[in-house]
């Protein structure tokens, strides 16, 4: 496992933008694939985006893509979520979570075994 610290969540309106980051320590951060979810209030937690650890092949949910931007940075340890042109509906806590694990899994909030504290976007009408 990973220890992830997530930053950057706020409050932001209609169309504007938020970069989170995911910092990882204790073990190599590049040997593991990482996804984003979130889990707006009496939903369950929902896939957004992920990045392999082969080949660093990137992966969305219909709802963000062409919007948020996942990308990692293995000398820093460190993974992010930019996010751009976001909606009420994008208001949620999101968690990093990584695993060594193939991309078909990155979907699967089950496959993770270590996950970040969460961040709140919230972003008004």
């Known amino acids: 496992q990973v220890q992830l610290v997530e930053s950057g969540g706020g409050l932001v309106r209609t169309g504007g933008s938020l970069g989170l980051s995911c910092a990882a320590s204790?073990?190599?951060?590049?040997?593991?694939?990482m996804g984003w979810f979130r889990q707006a209030p009496g939903k369950g937690r929902e896939f957004v985006a992920g990045?392999?650890?082969?080949?660093?092949?990137?992966y969305y949910a219909d709802s963000v893509k062409g919007r948020f931007a996942i990308s990692r940075d293995s000398d820093k340890n460190t993974g992010y979520l930019q996010m751009n042109n976001l909606k009420p509906e994008d208001t949620a806590v999101y968690y990093c979570?990584?695993?060594?694990?193939?991309?078909?899994?990155?979907?699967?909030?089950?496959?993770?075994?270590?996950w970040g504290q969460g961040t709140q976007v919230t972003v008004s009408s």
């Open positions: 204790g073990r190599t951060f590049s040997r593991y694939a």
């Open positions: 990045i392999s650890w082969i080949g660093g092949s990137t």
């Open positions: 979570a990584a695993a060594s694990i193939m991309w078909s899994r990155l979907y699967n909030a089950n496959s993770y075994d270590s």
